[in-house]
């Protein structure tokens, strides 16, 4: 303690934990004797340690109020109707760490209006489930920087909303159900919109180019006709704008890795998607019913889910710089790159290709997916020469399903490829012999397996 000076120990003072531990170091060395006279506010909350402050801080709310301090800082969580139960005088010389807005439904919306507009250099948050708005516009004060989930959600009378710019982040749910809400100008350093943050009214929003994330269904069922996205946003959430019928066009960053899950789902009126480079993946149904006729891939791309596509309109994938396509994709996929004129090297039959088993390039698929075949009427097939790999239910309950003559390229057949399904007589390579556990046919109903 010899090394530590006076003003040293007041800054250690801030992070003791009892009213023992002041009393214990004012005993330490005589040069902290008058340790607790020197602070201006109470680090702790026992006022009877500290005899000069001139800031009283409030630890919880059951601390007493000394009367007659210059300033007044509440370091718990309040909220706003908390915040009208101090008197007036003390209210003015009020400071908060965690001032919140909720429950606004308890109060008169012209009372909190009043107030809050002397409250807004303090407060930092609008906090959940203040709603309903019984207003058509509303300003959030300056200072702001988030407004957490469900906030104004169901309001509505709400037409307009002005942010302020010290405004950093919305939450889930934010401006849901807000039917009046149809133009949203968002300001300039917003970095997050949470999941479902808007409600399916919004026919105009402008992203500011400072957003990184932007939610899971953030713009489902908008009336957006146009949409860009900034290059500043690396992250959308599943079905971002699923259900926007009136959607035409997109344009998407090029520091988004992947296209999500359900992205633009059932947005049928699409005709034009600019995909840059740098995106690498098209997730599962990301495309579903679809209105885009043709689509330019990047370079960038390495995996495109199966069933992107499944249901849409399109008839053409183009790949840039790229006519020899590696990565897995579905036979249907692989039709739609042959209409360019690019090769597809590594075909997976699966259960979206069912219209398609006549095409060609059946001839050409290596893995058999997962439950491809199920409840299928078919009889009899010829699986191609270049096929590799059967993958478990493949053929699963293919009632009717008596012969199968499995090629001499296949490598793997799982377990429960060929489960209730009737096979009379099933021809398996004889290099597969060992390995035939991989299938079980225990869970079959062969009559006759012939290896050759």
């Known amino acids: 303690m010899g090394k530590i000076d006076a003003y040293s120990m007041m800054i250690v003072g801030k992070y003791l934990m009892t009213s023992d531990d002041y009393r214990r170091v004012i005993l330490v060395n005589s040069k902290f004797r008058d340790l607790l006279d020197k602070y201006k506010y109470n680090p702790h909350r026992d006022l009877k340690l500290f005899h000069n402050i001139e800031t009283q801080v409030l630890y919880s709310k059951v601390d007493k109020i000394k009367e007659g301090m210059y300033r007044y800082i509440i370091a718990y969580d309040i909220n706003y109707k908390q915040y009208l139960e101090f008197p007036e005088l003390i209210r003015n010389k009020m400071e908060f760490r965690n001032l919140k807005l909720t429950e606004m439904n ?19 948050t609008i906090h ?45 749910y934010a401006f849901k159900k807000c039917p009046q809400l149809t133009t949203v100008d968002l300001p300039k ?49 599943r079905g971002c704008f699923e259900y926007n019928t009136r959607l ?130 078919i009889s009899s097939i010829d699986l191609p020469p270049s096929l590799k790999e059967i993958k478990q239910f493949a053929f699963y309950n293919c009632s009717k399903l008596t012969s199968v003559s499995i090629p001499t390229s296949v490598t793997l057949i799982e377990t429960y490829a060929f489960v209730k399904a009737p096979i009379l007589h099933l021809k398996i390579p004889f290099h597969l012999k060992e390995s035939l556990s991989e299938f079980d046919p225990s869970t079959c109903e062969f009559a006759n397996i012939v290896f050759d």
């Open 106 to 124: 308890v109060l008169e919306y012209s009372t909190l209006i009043n107030y809050i507009g002397t409250l807004g250099t303090k407060l930092k």
């Open 189 to 237: 350093n917003l970095l997050v919109i949470g999941n479902e943050a808007f409600s399916k009214s919004i026919q105009k929003i402008t992203i500011p180019n400072k957003v990184k994330r932007i939610g899971a269904r953030c713009f489902e069922g908008c009336l957006l006709t146009s949409f860009e996205l900034p290059i500043s946003v690396y992250e959308l959430g």
């Open 248 to 377: 035409t066009e997109v344009i998407l960053s090029p520091y988004i890795r992947s296209i999500p899950p359900n992205c633009f789902l059932e947005c049928i009126s699409l005709q034009n998607i600019v995909i840059p480079e740098g995106i690498n993946s098209i997730e599962n149904r990301a495309f579903f019913h679809c209105g885009l006729q043709s689509l330019i891939l990047p370079f960038s791309i390495t995996s495109i889910a199966f069933d992107a596509f499944d249901s849409s309109s399109i008839t053409k994938l183009v790949q840039r710089n790229n006519k020899r396509i590696q990565y897995p994709v579905s036979l249907f996929e692989a039709i739609l790159f042959d209409n360019s004129s690019t090769q597809c090297n590594n075909i997976h039959y699966t259960k979206q290709d069912i219209n398609f088993i006549e095409n060609d390039l059946f001839n050409k698929i290596s893995v058999i997916e997962e439950q491809s075949f199920i409840n299928s009427d």
């Open 128 to 172: 959940d489930h203040i709603t309903p708005l019984s207003m058509k516009t509303y300003i959030i004060p300056d200072k702001i920087n988030s407004i957490e989930i469900n906030t104004f959600n169901s309001s509505e009378l709400l037409r307009k909303v002005v942010f302020p710019s010290s405004l950093t982040s919305i939450g889930n």
